[in-house]
């Protein structure tokens, strides 16, 4: 079992930054891999970044990729992500997860993962 509360969104102009962390609490997160996700309104979730259990390997989504990095820092339990180079297209609610078992090729599917957080809202200005 696993709570996790994500936090740093706001409200950035185009080219701005933001950093989105996520604390995890209940079983140590350092078993999990973790993720992030977004949903802007009309839209599905979709596939940001993953980072495996040891911090080792990362996956981004290409419209992403160049741009945010993912990271995790297991003593605190805590992981992040640093959006850079903001786009108006990124505005979104930003979700992060966690799952256990996760196999590469299945990283990019919200099925796959276990556990969610409430989200934090990212709004990118022209």
């Known amino acids: 079992q696993v709570q996790l509360v994500e936090s740093g969104g706001g409200l950035v102009q185009a080219g701005g930054s933001l950093r989105l962390s996520c604390a995890a609490s209940?079983?140590?997160?350092?078993?999990?891999?973790m993720g992030w996700f977004r949903q802007a309104p009309g839209k599905e979730r979709e596939f940001v970044a993953h980072?495996?259990?040891?911090?080792?390997?990362?996956y981004y989504a290409d419209s992403v990729k160049g741009r945010f990095t993912i990271s995790r820092d297991n003593a605190k339990n805590t992981v992040y992500l640093q959006m850079n180079s903001l786009k108006p297209e990124d505005t979104a609610v930003y979700y992060c997860t966690a799952g256990g078992g996760i196999i590469a090729g299945d990283v990019r599917k919200p099925g796959r993962y276990d556990y969610w957080g409430q989200g934090t809202q990212v709004t990118v200005s022209s």
């Open positions: 209940g079983r140590t997160s350092s078993s999990y891999a």
């Open positions: 980072i495996r259990r040891s911090g080792g390997s990362t």
